[in-house]
């Protein structure tokens, strides 16, 4: 039997990423949308996905309601609703405030992980901006686009 080219093992592996991972999807904190470094090898050489649904109000809660985060931000995530004292669990026994309670508590957390990204990539453009001002201080003269 014949050995396959290499660029056809190459392909089959592009094609097996992309299965798992849906188009367009990132991480909804960090951006990273690169599938290479979404998906690891594990020990047995069996594909591991490294972007994960992450459900916002917990699944328990609500399991329709979710983003897509790279595997280290949805266990800080997921941590930071335990921490919130949001019920992860599904339990049958529990009644639909104490699903709405852990739900805005998920939630809460969640965005909280959304305002600090969004305080970098703000402190970022100020560094930048500072930067510009420095190096190229023409660049405020460029034309920008009306909002």
């Known amino acids: 039997m014949s050995e396959r080219p290499k660029w056809v093992n190459t392909e089959v592996r592009a094609a097996r990423r992309?299965?798992?991972i849906?188009?367009?999807?990132?991480?909804?904190l960090c951006g990273e949308t690169n599938r290479l470094l979404l998906l690891r090898a594990s020990a047995e050489r069996v594909k591991v996905v490294l972007l994960e649904f992450h459900h916002t109000a917990g699944a328990a809660n609500d399991a329709v309601a979710?983003?897509?985060l790279c595997a280290n931000h949805h266990r800080i995530a997921t941590e930071l609703q335990r921490h919130a004292g949001a019920t992860l669990v599904h339990d049958g026994s529990r009644h639909q405030l104490e699903r709405i309670e852990a739900m805005l508590r998920s939630?809460?957390?969640?965005?909280?992980?959304?305002?600090?990204?969004l305080v970098r990539a703000a402190d970022y453009l100020a560094a930048?901006?500072?930067?510009?001002?420095?190096?190229?201080?023409?660049?405020r003269i460029l034309p920008v686009t009306p909002t």
């Open 18 to 20: 992309n299965r798992r």
């Open 22 to 28: 849906p188009d367009g999807a990132a991480c909804a």
């Open 107 to 117: 939630t809460a957390a969640f965005l909280g992980q959304i305002v600090e990204a």
């Open 128 to 139: 930048f901006i500072r930067a510009a001002d420095r190096d190229l201080p023409t660049w």
């Open 66 to 68: 979710g983003g897509w």
